[in-house]
């Protein structure tokens, strides 16, 4: 262990973790690379594209390279930067993208070939043959290319989602956000301060001594006990801010349980959704670094990130360290250093007028022009007045100046503006409304300065709320100007790197230009610059840069780089919040779901809800014979159904009648009290739309129906048709579609067996004849709705009850018409005894037909206006000859098969002769054969014909003779008995 | 991710509200002749910049209503507190 004196670890404690097999020691506070870093290791990963070795360039969540494996079996993670890492006892990390090991790496070779490799090389290189792409090339890249690897088993963990809503919210809990939370939590808004890091401070951690008149020590830790005793202000550590939304709504992810080895009980992450009316962004800045050759050993990492491992983690990078810098703050570096007792080799600056401002060699107006070492520094080249040397060095600080984090700002596409005085890109004016930006994000860097953008921000935020606030107390604080003099990359012949990540040089860029792709959208895409993991931010604008120089253009002439969000990975995990498995999508469940499972069924998923399919007995083989003997039993005694998928709306109102006849082709005002009526409705261009039945319970109330899948958007319609288009009406609604449970009892039985349940209602033909409707008690005083409807074709009802009623409904009228031979049946049932009676249903209202089609144009009223009257009567759908038709097959072995096309004997099979398809098609147990329904040209003149059903995806030519689509009773007689 | 301005419950999710498209009346059905209904059907302005379109707050109190929305930069500019707007 090389621990320097200080720092913010808790040396009482000790951690054992594990990289790449080895076993190391680390203290509560040290992230991943702190303690690989105070082990010595410096290797800790491979470049994406040509395997180089890689360490650390950053102490933060901008690292491109330390990118590791963590943990292992199921919850592995990839690509996880070992900057950002909480180390926990018993941590598992391994290096990625090597092979065999990370200090030998056999794909390595790219490296050598790297002249083959550059921008556009694939682009240019795997064109032929075509077909080798997917097959060979792209798999073949792909393995040698590439980041981690997933488990490949389901994710252990629970994840939440969460809703937070706030005054001001504070991105970022560095200087100025930790000015900016405490100037609005004072003033009693409510605040919420969210901060990536696991303790706050942000780059105040990292300096040695930037007040000049307390300790950031005591500083914190005297706000940490405040904000613990303010209820207005929610402080939220590991939680990352990583997109910026409409009207104020902020994306955060907080890592709630991801610095233990386990969640244990808890949730791993929560993905937060925070409504703020408005933000301060005091996200800091991202330093940036100076491409020279060789510039991506391990050891050479941002001279800012050297002096935080020092300070903040107490970790010594090397014996011997140099810096190489175009501004002041790469001095400081060597100041803290030195003062830690660290060798600085020396202060390479390309400032020829750079003055010493401590104890340490500097070497002004030198460039650094190359480095030694392979797996790890030894040695850097210095170039000064035209002379050569070598400085052996473990580790080199690089100092470009900063890069305020502006993403957030540009998430609404506001285009970050070039700065001229401070040589960065700052926050545009158009960025997302109520967002200000403060601090270092809008390039106030010294800790003074952030310290007053931060409250002055917070001020103008709660100012615009009518909230007062005023700064408080702030510590004094130094505000050293960077005199930063622009050096973009050190010119060279040896390759450069811009972006670690994905392996962009200088060259490439130059070989960009060179092929014309200099708008910075094409760069980017050419070269793939800034779109690894990363998005380029210790990237894009050095490269942006580097163009500029190239193209003879100024920085902001070449283009501004913006960013989306996430502002850093966020795991698709998170994102799907737990909504995984059955937690996908709700599921409703139908008032008998329990008792159906009871009997065995067998369920199918309608929409949302789950209904029963069939009730197999034992000794049943195939759903077939299951489905038949459901079908045959209720032909001949009685079957009962749970039908309460079926939207039910409750219309009422004096107007509700005139309502019901503007939303149905037919008329409905002049439906009697107690009768129901079968209803059409069309859209507002002609087609049907869905179909149902109206029950006139009263003079001013209805209770209509719709399909199962149409009962949310029926419902939505028609409150539009109240509020929107006829307010004059004086009608309510409201779905009843779970508050009541729904049976339906068919067969020449059902009226025996309703007879055993009803509290002396009159059943019979004459009292309460086809199509009536009533109320009623059953069972003993339980009240009742009762319909004599139906969609088998037999005599039958639908009765409905209280939804907690509808089990026991089930279980009762089962038990009472043991004798009648009463059987529950299903949705297979159903469709069975529909197709048998010619019912139309989803696959005949799919939005393609017409009420003239179905064999319902008459219905259609002339006398009155209603939704899509006008249309359905439009030349090019009045003349449409098509008709539903039965179908049966003339050799009766023969399937029929929904879905087939529908051509006359002897014709070729193509869309002009195409003469209808098959709608829907079934067993028939009545019929002995299979059957179907499907819509025919001039249909209603074919019966007897034989047509061709054509179903080319299985070489299917089945010869079908049309018929009537009414199987069972086409008069009708066995409904009215 | 946006909010809707409820006239009737106040400012809640997207999430709560369905989307019912830009404002076009509906024509009065005898007198109106093809092109009219035609262009109540298909026709809209898909505008950049405002426009006047219907929201229902669906998961919610069910209230439609109109308001109107930069299509290009998401702000909401007014919101009729009027109920029934058509």
Known sequence: MTRLSGGVIDRSRTLSFTFDGQAYQGHPGDTLASALLANGVRLMGRSFKYHRPRGVLSAGSEEPNALVELRTGARREPNTRATVVELFDGLEAKSQNRWPSLSFDALAVNDLFAPFFAAGFYYKTFMWPKAFWEKVYEPAIRRAAGLGSLSMLPDPDAYDKGFLHCDLLVIGGGAAGLSAALTAARSGARVILADEDFRLGGRLLAESGPFTDQSVDAWIAGLEAEFASLPNLRVMRRTTVWGAYDHGIFAALERVADHLSTPGEGVRQTLWRITAKRAVLAAGATERHIPFANNDRPGIMLSGALRAYANRWAVRPAERVAIFTNNDDGHRTALDLRAKGVEVAAVVDSRAEAKVLGDYPLLAGALVTGSRGRLGLKAIRVAQHGRDQWIPCGALGVSGGWNPNVHLASHHRGRPVWDEAQQTFLPGEEGPPGLIPAGAAVGEGSTHAALMSGARAAVKALDALGIKASPPNLPEAEDRPLGLKPLWHVPGKARAWVDFQNDVTVKDIALAHQENMRPVEHLKRWTTLGMATDQGKTANVTALAVMAELTGKTIPETGTTIFRPPYTPVSLSALGGGNTGTHFRPRRLTPTHVWAEGRGAVFVEVGQWMRAQYFPRPGEKTWRETVDREVLATRAGVGICDVTTLGKIDVQGKDAGAFLNRIYCNAMASLKVGMVRYGLMLREDGQAWDDGTCARLAEDQYVVTTTTAQAGPIYRHMEFCRQGLWPELDVQLISTTDAWAQLSVAGPQARVLLERIVDGFDLSNAAFPFMACGELTIAGGLRARLFRISFSGELAYEIAVPARYGAALMGRLVSLGADLGATPYGTEALGVLRIEKGHAAGNELNGQTTAQMLGMGRMVSVKKDSIGAVQSRREGMAADSRRLVGLVPVAATDPVVAGSHLFTEGAVHNTGTDQGWITSACYSPHVGSAIGLGFLTEGEARQGEVVIAANPLEGQAIRLRVVSPHFVDPEGGRLRV | ?86
């Open chain 2, 1 to 86: 991710m946006e909010r809707i301005p409820c006239p009737h419950c106040g400012p809640r999710p997207l999430a709560e509200f369905s989307y019912g498209g830009e404002v076009v009346p509906r024509p009065d059905p005898e007198p109106a002749d093809d092109a009219t209904w035609g262009a109540y059907l298909y026709v809209r302005s898909n505008p950049k910049g405002p426009q006047s379109e219907r929201w229902v707050h669906i998961h919610g109190c069910r209230r439609w209503f109109t308001l109107t929305r930069d299509t290009a930069t998401h702000r909401i500019l007014d919101t009729p507190l009027r109920k029934e707007e058509a």
